[in-house]
C-alpha cells in the first residue's frame, strides 16, 4: 500500500470516527451553538482537547499556506474546508494525501 492511500483511509477515519459522536449530539440537540461551546468547555479536560484541536488547526493552515504553493500543489481549499467541517483529523491527513501525490507525481 503506497502511502498516500493511507492517508485516504485515515481520511475516511478522520470522519466516521468525530461525526459519529457528533451526529447523535446534533439529534437530541440541534444545532445549539451555545449549548455546543457550553460543553466543549464544561471541564478542564474538554477545554484541554478543545484548546489541542483549535491550535493544531491553526497550524494546519500555516502548512497548508506555506507548502501548498512551495509545491504548486492544486485544491488547497478542499482540506482548509475539510478542517472546518469536520477537523484536524480530516484536514491533516487530506492535506497529506495531496502533498504526497504530488511527491510520487515529482519522483517519476
Known sequence: MKLRHLYLCLCVIGTILPYSQLLPWL??????????????FSTRVSSFFAFDVIISAVVLFLFIGTEGPRLNLSLLWLPVVATLLVGVSLGLPLFLYL??????????
Do not use: C, I, P
Open 99 to 108: 502533498r504526497q501525490k504530488k511527491l510520487d507525481q515529482l519522483a517519476v
Open 27 to 40: 439529534v437530541a440537540n440541534g444545532v445549539d451553538f451555545s449549548l455546543f461551546f457550553q460543553e466543549l
